[in-house]
């Protein structure tokens, strides 16, 4: 069964950190690119990042583009997502998705809270 679990979602003031984690099973993790995909309370999902399935290629929104850092462990089949600086507009679930190609995800993990307040 192709699972993706995060993890390390929490409450965080503003300036504060975190870093999420996405265990993969069930597939071929580094042969894979990964994204993560935010969805706040009230909107649709956006986009965050992207990683190819090597982990030397990422990519960003403007919206994180200098704060968050997405990496990989492929020989732990995990993804992370460093976010730094976060401010409330960051508040959202987060989910991790496997996407071998840009805006195509087929799989979805069950998401993790993200809320950024003081």
């Known amino acids: 069964e192709v699972q993706l679990v995060e993890s390390g979602g929490g409450l965080v003031q503003p300036g504060g950190s975190l870093r999420l984690s996405c265990a993969a099973s069930g597939f071929t993790f580094r042969g894979h690119g990964m994204s993560w995909v935010r969805q706040a309370p009230g909107k649709g999902p956006e986009w965050v990042s992207d990683?190819?399935?090597?982990?030397?290629?990422?990519y960003y929104a403007d919206s994180v583009k200098g704060r968050f850092t997405i990496s990989r462990d492929n020989a732990k089949d995990t993804l992370y997502l460093q976010m730094n600086n976060l401010g409330p507009e960051d508040t959202a679930v987060y989910y991790c998705?496997?996407?071998?190609?840009?805006?195509?995800?087929?799989?979805w993990g069950q998401g993790t809270q993200v809320t950024v307040s003081s």
């Open positions: 990683i190819n399935s090597g982990g030397d290629n990422t």
């Open positions: 998705a496997r996407s071998d190609y840009p805006d195509e995800f087929d799989t």
